[in-house]
């Protein structure tokens, strides 16, 4: 489903202090808004748990949990998917940092 290569996404995005069931829930419910539909919150809630719940379970999976109560982040250590994921995130993130030079475009006042 959609939904899960979202959740991976955001959990990419959090890094290594993970992030909690609710606001992974919040930006996959934002990221499915349009205009002319909106998904049920409590739905989208609901399908984030479980999904989070079934995918942590085994030490070599994708997901796992940080030790607080609804926290998740990626399995770095377990999975090296995971860890392929984190890099390919980063390496992308950084060019596009790179890719953005400023100009500066605004009008000269005092001439």
């Known amino acids: 489903m959609n939904y899960d290569k979202q959740i991976q996404t955001i959990l990419t995005e959090a890094g290594e202090r993970g992030v ?7 930006h996959v419910y934002n990221m499915n808004c349009t205009f002319f539909f909106q ?7 609901n399908y984030v748990q479980q999904y989070l ?3 942590s379970k085994s030490p ?17 250590a377990g999975c090296a998917d995971a860890l392929q994921m984190l890099l390919q ?10 890719e953005k030079p400023q100009q500066d475009l605004s009008l000269d ?3």
């Open 53 to 55: 719940l079934r995918n």
């Open 39 to 45: 998904p049920d919150y409590e739905e989208i809630r």
């Open 89 to 98: 995130f980063r390496e992308e993130h950084e060019e596009k940092e790179e």
């Open 60 to 76: 070599q999976s994708l997901i796992e949990s940080t030790g607080r109560r609804g926290y998740y982040r990626l399995n770095t």
């Open 20 to 26: 909690s069931v609710q606001t992974i829930a919040k």
């Open 109 to 111: 006042l005092f001439a």
